[in-house]
């Protein structure tokens, strides 16, 4: 089993979407992307991902540039390409198409060496359905404090 560290997660696709299915891809960047995230220069808040001339395209990720990397930045909010199969690419392709789903990037992380971005299939949250997500955990935190004070 390799060990995976976590880099960034994206809080707010879990606020906005109903997560229906994950998979994970692998991302194309450059050696001072991958300095800076290291250092923990991205942001995954506005990213999300299309297919364009049958590649899979994450677009809006923004990676801070590296500090020492003087000529070799790239621009942060440059379009990188996903690496995923095309059997694989062309199933989302038609879910997004057919039932009106987003491809969503859930977070990114290492896997050894390697950086990986887990891509969520996603259908949106209406008002009432975010509502009803914050009601049931607030009540499930309410039922552990009454858990945790009997337990006193």
């Known amino acids: 089993m390799e060990n995976t560290k976590t880099i960034a997660t994206n809080k707010k696709a879990y606020h906005e979407y109903f997560v229906l299915e994950s998979f994970e891809a692998g991302i194309s960047l ?3 992307e991958v300095k800076s995230i290291r250092q923990g220069g991205v942001n995954l808040k506005d990213a999300w991902c299309s297919v364009d001339g049958g590649e899979m395209i994450i677009k809006q990720l923004h990676i801070s540039p590296y500090e020492h990397g ?9 379009n990188r390409k996903l690496l995923l199969h095309k059997r694989e690419i ?10 009106g789903l987003a491809l969503v990037p859930l977070s990114m992380y290492f896997k050894g060496s ?4 887990q891509l969520g299939l996603c259908k949106g949250k209406k008002l009432h359905d975010k509502r009803e997500t914050a ?17 006193r």
């Open 90 to 99: 062309m199933r989302l392709l038609g879910a997004v198409k057919q039932e």
């Open 114 to 117: 390697l950086v990986k971005v």
């Open 70 to 78: 003087n000529i070799f930045n790239k621009q942060p909010d440059r």
């Open 135 to 151: 009601a049931k955990r607030d009540a499930a935190r309410a039922i552990d404090r009454a858990m945790k004070e009997q337990n």
């Open 30 to 32: 450059s050696g001072t």
